[in-house]
């Protein structure tokens, strides 16, 4: 009978549709296509509401403490911890992944180079490196085959290392749109963005000119009558010197000669002007999955308080990412560090407690659970 049996394909695990992505740019980076360095001026440099989006998921997300799990205990003695916890020289482990939870939201994309590995070990450190310096160089099937870094007018590509293994870990956020790049929120809210922009520029504008809005001095003289040359510069440096500007708010004008004043724009309160800038602002927030309560914007009362609103933050949209990243971190690093598990260690977030407190209740009074069946439903290992 093993004469005649088949002799077995060696696997390969490829997607057949993947390789279709490369065939014209096999070897070549793909630099993201959206302009980074205007999505961060713009938005987060420029707008309170999305700086302090950004701010408050990188800083949250970065808070949950990422635990090590080995045979099915915590094990805070693995070299994995230790990586964790002290990434670099230059940085402790929240301040990594701040930086690296920060880049995710503004491009939507976050790199993790690992580096210093010695022979037999798993790396020694960890780096954020700034997405809008990094390009996807897709290999003959499409998948990354490597990186390209810029910086200082120079490249460094980040390859695959003898066993296959890729030292640069690349977390996006889906994007219908492309094969290799994450879509970013800023992106998303970039219209509500430049109305929040617009509006403060406008109002700034306003008040620099006497808080009046713009408007023409008509003369009213007889039919065919004109102001003289001399009339019409006389009247135009006036305005210049003694109206325009914040120093002469409130002056009056005086007005001779059949001159009337006509505005030509609408008043702040024509445009509804307050109302539709917190609109913009709770468009921004929705982009990011941040309660509008939280950033004191008025308006939205989806949550009866500001602890309900706190709760479903973490809930929605910090547990998730932070989730989300362990999971990566963990199948980035396991064939480095071999049966090592990273995980999200949610009992150590205040944020969270009265949740935690309310389900540790729920698990006490039912009687018929074993401790080891409360332990599994309370998230607890081993």
Not at 64 to 86: Q, T
Not at 170 to 190: C, I, M, Q, R, V
Not at 336 to 352: E, I, T
Request: charged share 25%; glycine share 12%.
């Amino acid at each position: 009978m093993a004469l005649f049996a088949r002799r077995r394909v060696p696997e390969i695990k490829d997607s057949r549709a993947a390789r279709l992505v490369a065939l014209t740019s096999g070897g070549r980076p793909q630099w993201t296509p959206r302009d980074y360095g205007a999505l961060a001026s713009e938005g987060f440099a420029k707008n309170p509401v999305a700086y302090r989006c950004v701010r408050m998921i990188a800083e949250a997300a970065a808070a949950v403490p990422l635990a090590v799990f080995h045979g099915g205990r915590r094990a805070d003695d693995h070299p994995l911890a230790g990586l964790l916890a002290a990434p670099n020289p230059e940085q402790g482990g929240p301040d990594l992944m701040e930086a690296f939870f920060g880049h995710l939201q503004v491009a939507g994309n976050g790199y993790l180079e690992a580096s210093g590995e010695a022979a037999g070990e798993g790396p020694s450190e960890l780096y954020a490196l700034r997405p809008d310096r990094m390009a996807v160089v897709p290999g003959p099937r499409g998948w990354p085959a490597a990186y390209d870094y810029q910086a200082g007018g120079r490249t460094a590509r980040i390859g695959r290392d003898g066993d296959g293994w890729l030292p640069v870990l690349h977390l996006k956020l889906f994007n219908p749109t492309s094969d290799h790049y994450g879509a970013s929120p800023l992106e998303a809210a970039a219209f509500a963005i430049d109305v929040h922009n617009a509006s403060g520029a406008w109002n700034k504008g306003l008040l620099d000119n006497a808080a009046r809005p713009s408007g023409a001095l008509v003369y009213g003289g007889r039919d065919g009558d004109r102001l003289s040359e001399e009339q019409f510069e006389r009247l135009k440096a006036e305005l210049a010197g003694a109206h325009a500007g914040a120093d002469n708010a409130g002056r009056p004008l005086l007005l001779e000669g059949g001159l009337e004043w006509k505005p030509m724009s609408l008043t702040p309160a024509d445009l509804d002007f307050v109302e539709g800038k917190h609109a913009a602002a709770r468009e921004i927030a929705l982009a990011f999955g941040v309660p509008p309560q939280l950033l004191g914007i008025p308006g939205d009362n989806t949550y009866a308080n500001y602890r309900e609103a706190n709760g479903a933050f973490w809930r929605h949209t910090v547990v998730p990412l932070a989730e989300r990243a362990a999971r990566a971190i963990t199948a980035w690093l396991a064939p480095k560090f071999p049966g090592a598990r990273v995980g999200c260690d949610l009992d150590a977030v205040p944020a969270l407690s009265a949740e935690r407190d309310a389900l540790w209740a729920r698990l006490e009074a039912a009687s018929f659970l074993t401790d080891e069946e409360r332990r599994r439903l309370a998230g607890l290992e081993g």
